[in-house]
């Protein structure tokens, strides 16, 4: 079983900087993918970013491309989200999730086995 904690989020102006942190309990969180999603008021779940086990890296999302960066501290057992550059846009409550997709599924949320409750995110014009 794990279990998984966001934070980091908050209210920042157009063009800050948040990091986002996910961190797991378990002692099996090396061996999962763990992705980042957010769900903006009205819409889709989108997903973010992902990072595999070894460090492989998935984008999905072309909005965040060059601006978002995710990484992973397995001593830590936490994954981070560095977000640059924000646009109001990007206000959502983003979510991590971790479990084992394979490479062509890190987008299907319903491939992953554990969520956390979310942070909210809010980008102020």
């Known amino acids: 079983q794990v279990q998984l904690v966001e934070s980091g989020g908050g209210l920042v102006q157009a063009g800050g900087s948040l990091r986002l942190s996910c961190a797991a309990s378990?002692?099996?969180?090396?061996?999962?993918?763990v992705s980042w999603f957010r769900q903006a008021p009205g819409k889709e779940r989108e997903f973010v970013k992902a990072?595999?086990?070894?460090?492989?890296?998935?984008t999905h999302t072309d909005s965040v491309k060059g601006r978002f960066t995710i990484s992973r501290d397995n001593a830590k057992n936490t994954v981070y989200l560095q977000m640059n550059s924000l646009k109001p846009e990007d206000t959502a409550v983003y979510y991590c999730?971790?479990?084992?997709?394979?490479?062509?599924?890190?987008?299907?949320?319903?491939?992953?086995?554990?969520w956390g409750q979310g942070t909210q995110v809010t980008v102020s014009s």
């Open positions: 990072i595999s086990q070894s460090g492989a890296v998935g």
């Open positions: 378990g002692r099996t969180f090396s061996t999962y993918t």
């Open positions: 999730a971790a479990g084992n997709p394979a490479v062509g599924s890190w987008s299907s949320g319903y491939k992953y086995d554990y």
